[in-house]
């Protein structure tokens, strides 16, 4: 019965150490251990044996047990660690792989322009606010001391969407709009896009972006109009920069300018983006007509108050030296990627 014992004992230790998987282990602990199993089965020849054989036997029966089912617990914990190494293994990410290239937007030229000169305003104590594109003909003419049979009308090519709607030709209807909403003291900008129906060529667009700003308040001179253009030109072109103003004509400003800057690109010498002159005319600017003000309210013997208009697309053009202003309104993705 020994020698037996011993068979089965190292017959169980060698399946053990040979299987190769979980079910294999199972099946050899039923086979050996379980209620029917070979171990088990020798525990109950034990009624043949004498009774002082039988604790010596007993205990060598239960040795041979701890010793296969201590193999088997082994066994198992190294072939679960085993599957885990081999799970997460397969998971893996290889985090040396090139990612996949993503496409980074980025502004628009006139974005990055317009963002810039909002700061510039906003520093010097501006408001930032918003027209409508469809305008009456009351807030785009009207107001603005153009009346109906004013010849200014044929300044500004208009698309018209009804007898007295229309796609506003200039920014300056949002004055009107400021100065029926706001009392004096009075500082906003308002940048945006306009229409006008003109012949589309490399310098002009059916479509452009002006930025209108307005001051109005007690003892507003045109020398804040040129301290401010003056600030805003050396911030967007360098401190060097000088403004000349030009006697001009709108019929919503008295007196009106055209204001010109020091050329970015020779520094007044003259080169062939300032056609030789050295200066590049970047806005429309004056003093606001008593007749604006008074339409809006504002009396014009207590307030006075100066306007401008900058043309956006002008001023990125020269920015990036781009030749067409076309291509600002095109949106292909091969001159954008180039900003
Ligand atoms: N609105 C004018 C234009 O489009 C520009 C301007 C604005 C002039 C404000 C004077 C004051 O031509």
Known sequence: MKAQLEAIKSAAIAAVNAANDQDEIEALRVQYLGKKGELTAILKQMGSLSPEERPVMGQLVNEAKAAVESLIA????AMKAKAQEEKLKAETIDITLPAKPVNKGKLHPLNTVLDDMIDIFVSMGFDVVDGPEVETDHYNFECLNVPADHPARDMQD????????????????????????????????????????????????PVFHQIEGLVVDKGITMCDLKGVLEQ????????????????????????????????????????????????????????????????????????????FGIGLDRLTTTRYKISDIRLLFENDKRFLEQF
Not at 258 to 271: F, I, L, Q, R
């Open 74 to 77: 082994e066994k198992t914990t």
């Open 158 to 205: 208009t698309f018209y969407l009804g007898e007295n709607l229309l796609l506003r030709t200039q920014t300056s209807a949002a004055q009107i709009r400021t100065m029926e909403n706001r009392k004096p003291p009075i500082r906003v900008i308002c940048p945006g896009r306009v229409f006008r129906a003109d012949e589309v060529d490399a310098t002009h667009s």
């Open 232 to 307: 805003f030109a050396q911030e967007i072109y360098g401190k060097d920069t000088q403004v000349k103003f030009r006697p001009s004509f709108f019929p919503f400003t008295e007196p009106s300018v055209e204001v010109d800057v020091t050329c970015s690109e020779c520094g007044g010498k003259g080169c062939r983006v300032c056609k030789g002159s050295g200066w590049i005319e970047i806005l429309g600017a004056g003093m606001v007509h008593p007749n604006v003000l008074r339409s809006c309210g504002i009396d014009p013997e207590e307030y006075s108050g100066f306007a």
